[in-house]
C-alpha cells in the first residue's frame, strides 16, 4: 500500500457526488447502488494493486533458478 494512498483517496474522493444523492434520498441509494459500488470499486482497486505488485515480485529470473 505503500505509495499508493494517495490514489486511494482519490478513489475515495470520486464518490463525494453520490454520497450527496444518497443523502438527498435517505440512504435508500446507499443501501442499493452506492455502497456496493463503492466497495467493489476498492476491492478492484486492491486486486489490482495486489497483481502489480505480484507480477513485480515475481519475475521470470525467479523461476528459471
Same mark, same amino acid.
Given at each position: 500500500?505503500?505509495? =499508493?494512498?494517495?490514489?486511494?483517496?482519490?478513489?475515495?474522493?470520486?464518490?463525494?457526488?453520490?454520497?450527496? @444523492? *444518497?443523502?438527498?434520498?435517505?440512504?435508500? @441509494?446507499?443501501?442499493? %447502488? *452506492?455502497?456496493?459500488?463503492? !466497495?467493489? #470499486?476498492?476491492? !478492484?482497486? %486492491?486486486?489490482? @494493486? =495486489? =497483481?502489480?505488485?505480484?507480477?513485480?515480485?515475481? *519475475?521470470?529470473? #525467479?523461476?528459471?533458478?
Amino acid at each position: 500500500m505503500k505509495g =499508493h494512498k494517495g490514489e486511494l483517496f482519490g478513489l475515495i474522493l470520486s464518490f463525494i457526488g453520490w454520497w450527496l @444523492l *444518497t443523502i438527498l434520498t435517505c440512504g435508500i @441509494l446507499a443501501v442499493f %447502488y *452506492t455502497g456496493p459500488y463503492m !466497495g467493489l #470499486s476498492e476491492a !478492484g482497486f %486492491y486486486h489490482e @494493486l =495486489h =497483481h502489480n505488485i505480484t507480477a513485480e515480485t515475481f *519475475t521470470e529470473e #525467479s523461476f528459471t533458478a
